[in-house]
């Protein structure tokens, strides 16, 4: 099992950047591949993106592709939402989840709490 801490969230412009850090506990973090959600009100959860347990590789959703870029460093057991361009439609509720079999195509096992993000027209 791991546990999963969002941070990094605010109100910012649009066209500013932001990072979001996910932090992981749990001597068996590198091990989990590590995806990004969001939600904003009235709408359903999107995924954003993922990375997966050696970090080598990455996935995307086509709404964020060329803005946003996941990593992740398992020593520090964390992982890295770095958003570029932002825009108002970018505002949501961000998430980081975990899973040891997948998390593109698996609804992760373990989720953190959320961290808010908003951008302003």
């Known amino acids: 099992q791991v546990k999963l801490v969002e941070s990094g969230g605010g109100l910012v412009q649009a066209g500013d950047s932001l990072r979001l850090r996910c932090t992981g506990s749990?001597?068996?973090?590198?091990?989990?591949?590590v995806a990004w959600f969001r939600q904003a009100p009235g709408k359903e959860r999107e995924f954003v993106g993922a990375?997966?347990?050696?970090?080598?590789?990455?996935y995307y959703a086509d709404s964020v592709k060329g803005r946003f870029t996941i990593s992740r460093d398992n020593y520090k057991k964390e992982v890295i939402l770095e958003m570029m361009h932002l825009k108002p439609e970018d505002t949501a509720t961000y998430y980081c989840?975990?899973?040891?079999?997948?998390?593109?195509?698996?609804?992760?096992?373990?989720w953190g709490q959320g961290t808010q993000v908003t951008v302003s027209s």
């Open positions: 989840a975990a899973d040891l079999e997948g998390v593109v195509s698996h609804t992760p096992a373990f």
């Open positions: 749990g001597r068996a973090f590198s091990t989990y591949h």
């Open positions: 990375v997966f347990h050696s970090g080598r590789s990455t």
